[in-house]
C-alpha cells in the first residue's frame, strides 16, 4: 500500500513539474521579440517532454530511445548557443524540434489519462498541462510557417514575433480572439481555424473525462454486491 502511494505522489508531482517547465518555456518564447526560436526554451521543451514520458509510464524502451534522442538534440542546441551559430536553416530546424517536441508530449499525456478512472489532482494537473502544450505546439507551427514563407504572418501592422505568435496561438486556442492580431495569408489562417476547433473539442473532452472519473459506470455498480451479499447472506435473506 504504501508503494501504491508513493508511486500516485511522485506523478503527481511530476505533473507539477510539467507545468512549472511550461512555465518556464512560456517566458522564453515570450521574452524573444523576433522569428528567430529560442534555443534555451527548446532545451527547457526537451526537458519537459523527458518527464512527461517519465510521469505517463512510458514503455522503458521508449523512454530510453527518447532520452537518448532528446540528450543528443539538448547537446547540440548547447553548442550551437555557445558558439553563436545562426541562420536560416538552423532556425528551421530549431523550430522544427520545437513543434515536434510539444506534439509528442499531450499525445502522451492524454495516452495516459484515457485508461485511468477517478477524479483526482492527477487528472486535473494533466488536463492543464496537456490544454498549454497544445497551445505551445500551434505557436511552433506558426513560427516554423514564417521562417519558411517570405511573406508577414499577421500583416505590416504587427510585428511578426515569436512573442506574437504566441499570443495568437493562445487567444486563438480559447477562441478569445482579441482581433488586435490577425492572420493574413491563407494557409495561416486555416491553421488558426484548425487551432480553434482543436481547442473546442479539447475542452469538450477534458469536460468528458472529469464527469467520467468523477462516478463509476453502470456497469461496475452492476457487479457490486449488496451489503447483504457482502455479509454472506442469501439473495432470499438465508444465511
Known sequence: MRDVVTAVWDRRSGYWLVIALLI??????????TT???????????????????????HQRVQHTAWVILSIAAAATLVVTLLGLRGDVLD???SAASALAFLLAPVAIIRHQVHRRGLDVEALLAAI?????????FTQVYNLVALVTVA?????????S??????????????????????V????????VAEAI????????????????????????????????AAGSSPGGQS
Not at 129 to 137: K, R, T
Open 24 to 33: 518556464v518555456a512560456y517566458a522564453l518564447c515570450a521574452a524573444q521579440g
Open 36 to 58: 528567430d526560436p529560442s534555443p534555451w526554451a527548446l532545451i527547457v521543451q526537451l526537458v519537459t517532454v523527458a518527464v512527461v514520458l517519465w510521469v505517463t509510464e512510458a
Open 92 to 94: 528551421i530546424a530549431l
Open 129 to 137: 498541462a496537456a490544454y498549454v502544450l497544445v497551445g505551445m505546439f
Open 152 to 160: 508577414p504572418t499577421f500583416g505590416d501592422q504587427t510585428v511578426d
Open 162 to 183: 515569436l512573442s506574437s505568435q504566441l499570443f495568437f496561438s493562445f487567444t486563438t486556442l480559447t477562441t478569445t480572439g482579441y482581433g488586435n492580431i490577425v492572420p
Open 185 to 192: 495569408s491563407p494557409g495561416v489562417q486555416g491553421i488558426a
Open 198 to 229: 482543436t481547442g473546442q473539442l479539447f475542452l469538450i473532452t477534458a469536460v468528458a473525462r472529469i464527469m467520467r472519473g468523477s462516478r463509476r459506470p453502470a456497469y461496475e455498480e452492476a457487479k457490486t454486491p449488496g451489503p447483504h451479499l
